[in-house]
């Protein structure tokens, strides 16, 4: 290469470098936006929400650094959502339903076309968890059978035509909202979020031109493919196989295999899902998005923070499951947890296959679910909902031992402030603490899980949908599983999935699950102190 290619190849580097820097400053605006303008603890304080970009065919352009699962069940399903409609200037489509590109009905996605000159160059789109989404179950995540059950189900439908709302239409999703002001707000902090978006995403067009932009962003896919590629060409060839288990649906069925085979050919990943269990009366069946969303975050974890969260990345990792399995239900499946349960155990069930291949570089289990909680009362004038995530502990490494206290893999939320908890809510929080002891020993232990109590102030009914309470978090190369959680109102055990009512002091516990361990234990000499640093 002479001196005037190589100083030409620098330039182009860091022309690159600033393309990717700018892109994903949009959705990291977006976010900003989104987190300032929301009314509802779960938005605006738990954070439970992701920004994207994508390009005129749906396929990711960048992303920031929000929740797994929203991100890659979005970059799965956008190209079939931003198909099936007639885009103009000024557009916005709202959709939650998991069978056209959602996750679960409470994940509501807008999404909002650039036009630059007349022509279609990019998508904005954001996806926000709402606690309301007119469920007959305080907090919209109730023990379901049908996929009606949970919620007001949207189809891909326009939201704002031209810039300008659809008073009728937006009127229609605030119907069944018990606090449509906080909806109503909520909706209206995701339209200025994508709104943001757009207008950066034009500034950045107008100054490198339309083809400008296109050009930069195929050379960015190709430098994440091929970045992708140099990660997954460790992986050596061959088939990998791993099965783990679901609790159980909450309806009766229990043990629910998830089974996972990957194939590695040469840098390119096969991930078959064949022999999962079929799909289920209860809640715990998701769509196939969800599934796609699992498999790209476990790869993902495989390669340099560096690589890039575009189409650019995925395109040599590919996936099946059968119509009409847990991973890939048919409607009108339930699927409330399915989104924060069994894509959690995806995601374990393509570690453990992985750790056969790389066994120095997979950590043990992590908690392995979200531990959710809804709450509320719909009766009388002051009706609420409220809903949260609890982290756990996380798995032992081959290098360090797991994290305490924290979210893992498909989340990547905050807890609501005790402050504002008790400020919005009629709860107050007796105990919330490290579970200590609950990580698996290990020359490398797991993390250990969190024990939050809460008394209620006033009446409410409750739903819990929790994982990890049969079958504990796995350890690796010796090393113990994590202890189990436990579920517990007024100090007696709760089945891992249930629902009921509560009185004004009534108690309830959730106690999550510890971290599996890596590694024989004997070769530690002394157990580590896996919160050490932590109170």
Not at 153 to 173: C, K, M, N, S
Not at 452 to 464: D, I, K, Q, S, V
Request: charge should be negative.
């Amino acid at each position: 290469m002479t001196a005037d290619e190589k100083k030409r190849a620098a330039h182009g580097a860091i022309e690159l470098s600033v393309f990717a820097s700018r892109i994903e400053a949009v959705c990291e605006e977006m976010g900003a936006v989104l987190k300032r303008a929301a009314f509802s603890p779960n938005i605006r304080d738990r954070l439970d929400f992701s920004c994207a970009v994508f390009d005129a065919a749906g396929s990711l352009s960048a992303q920031a650094a929000h929740i797994p699962v929203h991100l890659g069940s979005m970059a799965y399903a956008m190209g079939g959502i931003v198909a099936s409609l007639e885009w103009a200037p000024g557009d916005m489509v709202v959709v939650n339903d998991p069978f056209l590109g959602g996750t679960h009905l409470p994940d509501v996605t807008l999404i909002a076309p650039l036009f630059v000159d007349g022509e279609l160059v990019a998508f904005a789109a954001n996806r926000a968890h709402h606690a309301d989404i007119g469920a007959e179950s305080p907090g919209s995540m109730p023990l379901s059978r049908r996929l009606d059950e949970e919620g007001l189900v949207i189809p891909p439908t326009y939201l704002l035509r031209g810039g300008e709302p659809d008073t009728a239409e937006f009127e229609r999703l605030m119907a069944p909202m018990r606090n449509p002001h906080v909806s109503r707000g909520d909706f209206s902090a995701q339209i200025a979020a994508n709104r943001v978006a757009l207008t950066r995403l034009g500034a950045l067009i107008e100054r490198l031109g339309t083809r400008g932009f296109l050009d930069r962003l195929s050379a960015y896919n190709d430098y994440a493919r091929r970045m992708a590629a140099s990660a997954l060409r460790r992986i050596p060839d061959g088939e990998y196989r791993f099965t783990d288990v679901m609790d159980g649906d909450g309806q009766g069925a229990e043990d629910l295999a998830i089974a996972c085979r990957i194939t590695a050919d040469g840098g390119r990943m096969r991930v078959d899902f064949d022999g999962s269990a079929p799909q289920v009366d209860g809640n715990v069946n998701c769509p196939l998005s969800v599934t796609a969303a699992g498999v790209l975050y476990a790869f993902r974890c495989l390669m340099p923070d560096a690589v890039p969260g575009c189409v650019g990345t995925f395109r040599d990792i590919a996936l099946s499951a059968p119509e009409g399995c847990l991973l890939n239900a048919r409607r009108p499946a339930a699927v409330a947890a399915g989104n924060v349960e069994t894509s959690m155990r995806v995601v374990d069930a393509v570690l453990g296959a992985l750790a056969q291949a790389l066994p120095d570089v997979i950590p043990a289990a992590s908690h392995g679910g979200m531990n959710n909680l809804a709450l509320g009362w719909h009766e009388g004038d002051a009706p609420w909902d409220y809903y949260e995530t609890m982290g756990g502990g996380l798995g032992g490494g081959p290098s360090h031992p797991g994290a305490s206290a924290v979210q893992a893999h498909m989340t990547n939320t905050l807890n609501t402030p005790i402050e504002v908890l008790e400020g919005h809510y009629p709860l107050r929080v007796r105990r919330y603490a490290l579970r200590r002891g609950s990580g698996g020993a290990g020359r490398h232990p797991g993390g250990d899980g969190i024990v939050r109590e809460l008394e209620f102030l006033g009446p409410a009914r409750y739903t819990l949908l929790t994982e990890r309470r049969r079958h504990a978090p796995w350890g690796l190369r010796g090393g113990a599983g994590g202890a189990p959680g436990e579920n517990r109102l007024n100090g007696e055990p709760l089945p891992p999935k249930c629902t009921g009512r509560v009185a004004p002091g009534d108690r309830l516990s959730l106690v999550s699950p510890g971290g599996g361990g890596w590694g024989e234990p004997a070769e530690a000499g002394n157990s580590a102190d896996s919160t050490a640093g932590v109170e």
